[in-house]
């Protein structure tokens, strides 16, 4: 079993940046590979970053250059750090956790950027 508890959503202007947290429990977590998706209303769910339990990164076209994800194994905690936020990044942002068939998800945190 893994908690996933996600933290640092806000409200920002546009152009502003955030960094968002996700620490984790419950397992190991240097093995799982994880994962922030975005949820808006009406939209599908969309993967926006991904680290591997190697550290390698993929990210969602329209983030690219902009969020960087990362890992800090010791602390067992995931970030997303986001800059040059567009109002159209308004979601709530998940963090999951993988690996094989298992996949965990936190509460979400509410990223609103607007004027």
């Known amino acids: 079993q893994v908690q996933l508890v996600e933290s640092g959503g806000g409200l920002v202007q546009p152009g502003g940046s955030l960094r968002l947290s996700c620490a984790a429990s419950?397992?190991?977590?240097?093995?799982?590979?994880m994962d922030w998706y975005r949820q808006a209303p009406g939209r599908q769910r969309e993967l926006v970053a991904a680290?591997?339990?190697?550290?390698?990164?993929n990210y969602a076209r329209d983030v690219l250059g902009r969020f960087t994800i990362s890992r800090d194994n010791a602390k067992n905690t995931v970030y997303l750090q986001m800059n040059s936020l567009k109002p159209e990044d308004t979601a709530v942002y998940l963090c999951?956790?993988?690996?094989?068939?298992?996949?965990?998800w936190g509460q979400g945190t509410q990223v609103t950027v607007s004027s």
């Open positions: 680290i591997s339990s190697l550290e390698t990164t």
């Open positions: 419950g397992s190991i977590f240097s093995m799982y590979a």
């Open positions: 999951s956790a993988r690996s094989g068939s298992r996949h965990y």
